[in-house]
């Protein structure tokens, strides 16, 4: 909290429940930091109970003027700061209309193959928000490789075994249902290696569809793997040093290879 108060920023608390929780003072940004704070304190409470339980990690959902001086990327996209070993996940506090409208021609593209949206498009947004928390819970469990484009995968398959075991196997099937909305139209992703958060509207669609592309390879690609593939990538950073370490990686599972083919 003094971090924020040197920010000029002063938040509100919800009680723990598992996941530290602040929230900006504003009309209605309380109940959907409750909202947020119970989806990744189940995606974590379920991941705690196969992985050891990690450092601390906390929600921040802020407004436009909080998001603005915590961070200089665009409001929307969700944001990980860390600070004096501890890890924020900055969401916002709603989605702005222009940022929405960016998504018309993707949703009108994939209508046309018939691919329907499962629901409203700040559905998926918020379900990318757990994507997001499982590149951070990787972080925290110590196996981020600093391979860019692995961390994303392994980010992306711990949120699916999570949410799996939080609510079930037919909301990951929503969440995929999702992902061919977004994947409908080939085009220009942002390769996976060079990921970094968004600094534009234009760059959060290509966000959202690359996190759509790997949400769907991760469920066809990886869906034989489970839990124990992170004891295993866990055995191989002990064990080896940066060089080489992509090669002994990927020859982990076969998957990993035909997923950055698909993604290059």
Not at 111 to 130: H, M, S
Not at 188 to 201: A, I, L, N
Not at 210 to 216: C, K, Q, S
Not at 219 to 238: C, I, M, N, Q
Request: a positive charge; aromatic letters at 12%.
């Amino acid at each position: 909290m003094k971090d924020l108060l040197r920010h000029g920023i002063y938040l509100r608390s919800l009680p723990t429940a598992g996941l530290p929780t602040n929230y900006s003072p504003a009309a209605g940004i309380r109940t959907r930091a409750a909202q947020l704070q119970a989806f990744l304190g189940g995606l974590q409470a379920c991941a705690s109970c196969s992985l050891a339980s990690p450092g601390l990690l906390k929600l921040l959902v802020v407004n436009r003027a909080d998001w603005r001086a915590l961070t200089s990327y665009p409001y929307g996209f969700p944001v990980l700061r860390t600070r004096r070993a501890v890890t924020s996940m900055i969401a916002a506090a709603d989605y702005p209309s222009r940022m929405l409208r960016s998504f018309d021609d993707i949703l009108l593209f994939s209508g046309q193959t018939g691919r329907y949206p499962p629901g409203r498009v700040p559905e998926f947004l918020d379900l990318l928000i757990g994507q997001r928390w499982g590149y951070a819970f990787l972080g925290l469990l110590g196996v981020r490789t600093r391979i860019r484009w692995f961390d994303e995968i392994l980010a992306t398959h711990l949120f699916r075994l999570s949410l799996r075991d939080y609510a079930g196997h037919s909301y990951w099937r929503r969440c995929l249902a999702w992902s061919r909305v977004f994947t409908a139209e080939r085009g220009d992703y942002p390769p996976p290696w060079t990921f970094v958060p968004p600094k534009s509207r234009t760059d959060i669609v290509a966000a959202v569809r690359l996190h759509g592309m790997l949400i769907w390879g991760v469920s066809v690609l990886l869906d034989h793997r489970g839990w124990e593939l992170f004891g295993e990538v866990e055995r191989v950073l002990a064990t080896r040093k940066q060089v080489g370490l992509e090669d002994t990686l990927v020859a982990l599972e076969p998957g990993f290879a035909e997923l950055l083919e698909s993604l290059s």
